[in-house]
């Protein structure tokens, strides 16, 4: 799949959530008192997390006192360090009630400190929202079950749709 193709199904996906989670009921939505997205994705000025951020940005303009926060959770070369990512999950559960992920993968016992850092932001009421993924690149699609966040009881994931709105090919699915 090409980066192209990538991004224009994170950005279908980003509409649908927004759709969901701001556009129908924003005050319901933002009932906490701090009134931020958490983003948890690539470092501050990457090509994806300036997508993403512009257009949770650009769907939330009518709330002005609410904003995006960034919590990066690669390193600047890319790699996801287990180590940054469990203290970008506390940092951004601290910050936000609501946290989007953009970030799933196919679920190993590497990855539990991260499902239990999750489970227990859930517990303790955030609002956790990801894009549902797909499996590691050329392999077919999964049951959610397989991946990390198909482990999280009570996350939001949304699938991602390919351009005649099927659920694309290789996507966890479940």
């Not at 300036?50 to 959770?73: A, R």
């Not at 999950?89 to 990855?111: D, G, M, P, Q």
Request: glycine share 6%.
């Amino acid at each position: 799949m090409s980066n192209a193709t990538s991004g224009r199904r994170q950005l279908r996906y980003l509409s649908i959530l927004i759709g969901v989670c701001f556009l129908t009921s924003p005050i319901k939505v933002f009932a906490f008192s701090e009134k931020c997205i958490a983003l948890l994705d690539a470092p501050v000025g990457n090509s994806h997390q300036k997508k993403v951020f512009q257009i949770l940005k650009s769907n939330i303009k009518k709330c002005t006192s609410c904003e995006v926060k960034n919590f990066p959770i690669y390193e600047k070369n890319g790699d996801l360090k287990k180590s940054k990512f469990l203290s970008q999950i506390e940092s951004a559960s601290k910050a936000c009630r609501l946290l989007h992920l953009s970030w799933n993968t196919e679920f190993t016992v590497e990855y539990q400190e991260v499902v239990n850092a999750l489970q227990s932001a859930i517990q303790q009421g955030h609002l956790i929202v990801a894009a549902a993924g797909a499996p590691s690149e050329g392999k077919i699609a999964a049951p959610i079950q397989q991946s990390v966040l198909g482990q999280v009881k009570d996350i939001i994931l949304v699938g991602e749709l390919d351009s005649k709105n099927k659920l694309v090919i290789n996507s966890f699915f479940g």
